[in-house]
């Protein structure tokens, strides 16, 4: 499985390591995933999912349905 959050669609980004001597070599910026279970009242089941640390602090803020919609609505997730 892919470093991809599940919810937002972030992935990693690349950039560059830049040393003292400015001198620049490829480097990755990974995503800040963590695997997380929620439960859906509406569907009355619990649903993992591989989320980035910003979208679980979306999902605190408006709920787990609301973001849920949102994501199927621009076609992250089925």
Do not use: P, Q
């Not at 950039?15 to 003292?20: F, L």
């Amino acid at each position: 499985m892919s470093r991809v959050c599940e919810i937002t669609g972030k992935r990693a980004m690349v950039g560059n390591n830049v040393s003292h001597a400015m001198n620049k070599t490829k480097r990755k910026f990974s995503v800040n995933l963590v695997k997380k279970r929620f439960y859906i009242a509406e569907e009355d089941r619990w649903v993992t999912l591989k989320i980035s640390t910003s979208a679980l602090k979306t999902i605190n803020k408006n709920g787990i349905t609301a973001v849920l919609k949102s994501a199927k609505a621009k076609g992250l997730i089925k």
